[in-house]
């Protein structure tokens, strides 16, 4: 039986063997094969899971079935499976990529993010290939994995290698940490290139994770990169499995992705940049202070590439690390390029640490997850909204409501978000105010709202 579930908003993610197996993967390639025009190439790559090579194999057999010619790109880093939708890779051209991987998940998971006509596949179009594959579940595919293998890595590494020349020799002592995902298929290479000084924790790919979850946007994953960074380095670099994430750590801060989208945008004249809902509101008024065009979109890779180029925007973020740029670059989220440009930043002579410390300060939460259930999550959102109309007479006041992605309600002296996950039975909030107390008393608040939410389906 193929579970409705697996089809989630920005990609295909499920349990190996128990969600994806031979029967579900072979069809998501034959449908998916079908929605593929042009000339129907396809170019695929695979994180460090063990079972990736296999759900490879299985993809290309669907794939086949529907018409398609299969490259195979091995194991790389999700940005340089993107980077092929933009290069000519080995005298092919690509109409559409497929990156297997369970990203920052548990070592069981695994998934596809899909690329078509340089675009993200996503959204409605998942949940009707999900339709359309539960509809035909018992519809068999032969085996059939020919494929084609392709060099994207050498080509990726190069065009770093020219873009950022500049930054040979640069005297900084660097730590990446790569979390025994895919970072290091390519990054050490680029380090060495530039002759740049630094440490790699945890750098051969190992699908099993044995050192830490590969996740840095929890604070607990980041414990020995800070340890290497204390002892012996002027600046820190975290990855996440599939190396699209990035976390930026100075002796001082902890960069999340919306002050890295200040910081990056320092290079840029006049910029258009996106966030999502959970940025600060610091990034916002920051970067329309300094002539920046500032729009606040929905939260999700996908989401962000579609709304960069639909508005020719410079660049985009969102907290957790993935940073998409336009401004000399392909529009995706990368968190290589992301770190040399943030070297590049360095040797600029701009101090991290003290442009971090002249922002605004403001109190804000991490994201809070509120359990729920996929059925009750979006209708406890709607729920809220009509809450919000008539809130209890001790609600703070509200001076507007966002709902471009769930509700965003902002306060005089802060905000709240409530938004539903598109990957997980569960709500996330976070809160943020220019006093402490006061974003305890949001969350508060809010919380109460979405209890009786709760209450009432």
């Known amino acids: 039986m193929i579970k409705k579930s697996i089809f989630r908003e920005y990609d295909i993610r499920g349990i190996f063997e128990e969600e994806l197996n031979e029967q579900s993967v072979k069809l998501i390639g034959y449908y998916l094969g079908q929605r593929i025009t042009g000339d129907k190439v396809v170019a695929i790559g695979y994180d460090a899971r063990s079972h990736s090579p296999l759900l490879r194999d299985y993809l290309a057999s669907g794939l086949n079935a529907a018409g398609c010619k299969v490259l195979d790109m091995g194991m790389v880093a999700t940005?340089?499976?993107?980077?092929?939708?933009?290069?000519?890779?080995?005298?092919?051209?690509?109409?559409?990529?497929?990156?297997?991987?369970?990203?920052?998940?548990?070592?069981e998971y695994n998934g596809f993010k899909i690329t078509i006509g340089q675009a993200p596949f996503f959204g409605e179009e998942i949940y009707a290939l999900g339709e359309e594959i539960i509809k035909h579940q018992e519809q068999k595919i032969e085996d059939d994995t020919q494929r084609i293998e392709i060099d994207v890595k050498t080509p990726y590494i190069n065009y770093m290698l020219k873009e950022f020349a500049h930054l040979k020799g640069l005297e900084k002592k660097i730590v990446i940490d790569c979390g025994n995902g895919v970072a290091d298929t390519v990054i050490t290479d680029i380090f060495d290139?530039?002759?740049?000084?630094?440490?790699?924790?945890?750098?051969?790919?190992?699908?099993?994770?044995?050192?830490?979850?590969?996740?840095?946007?929890?604070?607990?994953?980041?414990?020995?990169?800070k340890k290497a960074l204390e002892e012996e380095a002027d600046i820190a670099f975290a990855y996440d499995g599939d190396a699209?994430?990035?976390?930026?750590?100075?002796?001082?801060?902890?960069?999340k992705g919306d002050q890295m989208a200040l910081l990056f945008a320092m290079q840029m004249e006049n910029p258009t940049v996106i966030g999502e809902v959970k940025c600060s509101q610091v990034m916002y008024d920051e970067l329309e202070r300094r002539g920046a065009t500032a729009i606040m979109y929905k939260t999700g890779h996908s989401n962000l590439k579609v709304k960069m180029k639909e508005t020719g925007a410079d660049l985009a973020c969102e907290v957790s690390g993935h940073i998409f740029f336009k401004h000399r670059y392909f529009g995706y989220d990368d968190a290589i390029y992301a770190t040399l440009r943030m070297l590049e930043l360095i040797k600029e002579g701009i101090d991290l640490d003290r442009e971090i410390d002249a922002l605004p300060k403001v109190f804000s939460t991490e994201e809070i997850k509120v359990e729920t259930t996929e059925e009750e999550k979006f209708l406890i959102i709607d729920k809220v909204k009509e809450l919000l109309?008539?809130?209890?007479?001790?609600?703070?006041?509200?001076?507007?409501?966002?709902?471009v992605d769930g509700v965003r309600i902002n306060f005089e002296h802060g905000w709240g978000l409530v938004r539903a996950s598109n990957t997980t039975p569960v709500l996330v909030t976070r809160f943020e105010s220019t006093d402490e107390s006061l974003t305890k008393s949001y969350e508060t608040k809010v919380n109460a709202l979405i209890q009786q939410a709760k209450d009432s389906l």
């Open 389 to 403: 109309i008539n809130p209890p007479a001790d609600f703070p006041v509200i001076l507007n409501v966002i709902d």
């Open 244 to 255: 699209d994430r990035i976390a930026v750590l100075t002796h001082k801060h902890n960069i």
């Open 193 to 225: 290139a530039l002759e740049l000084d630094y440490t790699g924790l945890y750098c051969d790919p190992d699908g099993t994770f044995p050192n830490h979850h590969p996740d840095p946007s929890v604070e607990k994953n980041l414990r020995d990169v």
């Open 79 to 107: 940005p340089v499976n993107y980077f092929c939708n933009y290069n000519e890779i080995d005298g092919y051209t690509t109409d559409a990529s497929v990156m297997i991987t369970g990203s920052h998940n548990p070592s």
